[in-house]
């Protein structure tokens, strides 16, 4: 439930994180914008900052969701179950499972491992924006989620129905699901094709920087050294890129992705990469602001 400016567009972001704030409401009616990386708060007063145009939220999070699903069934006993319910997830889970809580609306985490003998009905709002995250495995995570999601419905031999949301219906995750793809190794064929996990390893340099300038110049120079290390022949470097979330307590953020083929070259490889950014690190005079994240998640 992010907000954006009708004059100007503009959505408003955590100046400390470069992520959407995202719009709550108070008990007591009044309204604020929090950042879910840092934990940041500012009130909410409905005009844009840039232009003084007014604010309107757009998406649909799960505290809309909620406020729509009051409308349509106001006899019905409603609940949810997000980041925001952090400390009272047990009482909220406990009174679903004894039928206190006719509709429960909730993230991913609904998904993991409950098992709720009355229900009925599992929907899942928007799947395809499973598919669209920025990772090799997205594919095989949606497909390991909405199964997670459709075991939660119809248990111990009673039917239950499961809706999924989409724009994509012949999509391959969809047809796994359903049982009618006709190629069920698919995933693990593309894997190979673009050469990643398990045919390879995958390591992400991440670099931070306060000062975006330096950052931008100091990532290209070491994917430039990394690229020149003597990688074995298969190996390839891409990047720097920048993440989803570009900056984090006012760091800049820039990944350097290597991809090293698991063959008898991968011991050396491993140790070249750290090898050489000990190096430039010591060349640059640069130091602390590279990471290494071996088979990143």
Known sequence: PVVQCQEC??????DRCDVAL???????????????YCGRVKEYTGKCPECGGELLPVGAGTQKIEE??????????????????????????KQFENGQIDILIG???VAKGFDFSGLSLVAV?????????????????AVQLLEQFRGRCGRRSEKGLFI???SQPDHPVYKTILGTAQDTGSFIAERKLFGYPPYSRVINIIVRDYNLQRLELMARSLADAISRSGLSKGSSTAGPYSPPVEKVAREHIRIIRVLLPKDRNLKGNKRIIPETLERFEKERKYPGHASLDVDPV
């Open 125 to 141: 709002l928007q799947a395809d924006s499973l598919l669209g995250q920025q990772d090799f495995r997205a594919d095989e995570h």
């Open 107 to 109: 993230t991913r985490m």
């Open 68 to 93: 729509e699903a009051r409308v349509l069934f106001p006899e019905a006993k409603i609940a949810r179950l997000d980041s925001d319910n952090h400390g009272s997830e047990a009482d909220i889970i």
């Open 9 to 14: 567009g503009s959505i408003l972001k955590c």
């Open 22 to 36: 995202s719009l709550h409401h108070r008990l007591d009616g009044s309204e604020k914008l929090v950042c879910h």
């Open 164 to 166: 999924i949301q989409t």
